[in-house]
């Protein structure tokens, strides 16, 4: 069976966010799968703390980072442009299973690691240029249950509710169509006894001059 196990069969639900393309699997990996690959991402992938410009000054980002693709997959965000670490076999073999379960090719994945509940992102959408106008990002999370919240990028009455769902260990997420354009993400602080989570993006970066 491998790793990863048959997680084609499980089901997609899907989460009712007006003009969103929202859907999700709370169990797309089993415990042992993900607890698996828990142990090898930490391990293997070369975190690193990359720089963003909030309120027009660099800082530190508040969790570790690493940035993985095709070698034609260079991504430019917070206006620093990251040039892609190559896939270790895991990631490849993951990958070609997150492809076939979203239905979406991927050349990238973007790996966070939360190294605890003090670690965190802030609000902002994935509509980078590289991506396209209506990008499919699967996000897929391990280790610690995190809250992962959405918001409308603007509202005429001024107010942004914030719509949220807890991301549990070995859950796929999927944002597709207007979901980028419409809406922000994030993913707040949480407790200080939260654990250690891992999240991989998997996005189709658009090679410049393609």
Same mark, same amino acid.
């Given at each position: 069976?491998?790793?990863?196990?048959?997680?084609?069969?499980?089901?997609? %639900?899907?989460?009712?966010?007006?003009?969103?393309?929202?859907?999700?699997?709370?169990?797309?990996?089993? %415990?042992?799968?993900?607890?698996?690959?828990?142990?090898?991402?930490?391990? @293997?992938?070369?975190? +690193?703390?990359?720089?963003?410009?909030?309120? &027009?000054?660099?800082?530190?980002?508040?969790?570790? @980072?690493?940035?993985? *693709? #095709?070698? #034609?997959?260079?991504?430019?965000?917070?206006?620093?442009?990251?040039?892609?670490? /190559?896939?270790?076999?895991?990631?490849? @073999?993951?990958?070609?299973?997150? +492809?076939?379960?979203?239905?979406?090719?991927?050349?990238?994945?973007?790996?966070?690691?939360?190294?605890?509940? %003090?670690?965190?992102? &802030?609000?902002?959408? #994935?509509?980078? /240029? =590289?991506? *396209?106008?209506?990008?499919?990002?699967?996000?897929?999370?391990?280790?610690? +249950?995190?809250?992962?919240?959405?918001?409308?990028?603007?509202?005429?009455?001024?107010?942004?509710?914030?719509?949220?769902?807890?991301? /549990?260990?070995?859950?796929?997420?999927?944002?597709?169509? =207007?979901? %980028?354009?419409?809406?922000?993400?994030?993913?707040?602080?949480?407790?200080?006894?939260?654990?250690?989570?891992?999240?991989?993006?998997?996005?189709?970066?658009? /090679?410049?001059?393609?």
């Amino acid at each position: 069976m491998g790793l990863f196990g048959d997680n084609v069969s499980k089901v997609w %639900q899907t989460i009712p966010l007006p003009g969103a393309q929202l859907r999700w699997i709370p169990h797309w990996l089993d %415990q042992a799968e993900a607890d698996a690959l828990f142990a090898d991402l930490l391990e @293997s992938i070369a975190w +690193e703390t990359h720089r963003i410009r909030i309120f &027009g000054r660099e800082v530190d980002s508040p969790r570790l @980072s690493c940035w993985i *693709g #095709d070698a #034609d997959a260079s991504y430019t965000y917070s206006r620093t442009r990251f040039e892609p670490h /190559p896939w270790s076999a895991t990631l490849a @073999s993951l990958r070609s299973r997150v +492809e076939v379960a979203c239905g979406a090719r991927f050349n990238s994945v973007l790996a966070n690691l939360y190294r605890s509940g %003090q670690d965190s992102m &802030g609000w902002h959408s #994935d509509n980078e /240029p =590289e991506l *396209g106008p209506q990008p499919v990002i699967a996000s897929l999370s391990l280790g610690a +249950e995190r809250r992962f919240r959405l918001r409308l990028r603007t509202s005429g009455s001024g107010r942004r509710d914030a719509f949220g769902i807890d991301l /549990p260990h070995g859950s796929l997420l999927c944002m597709a169509g =207007e979901t %980028q354009r419409l809406y922000q993400h994030d993913l707040p602080r949480a407790g200080a006894s939260a654990g250690a989570r891992i999240n991989l993006t998997f996005r189709w970066i658009h /090679p410049r001059g393609a």
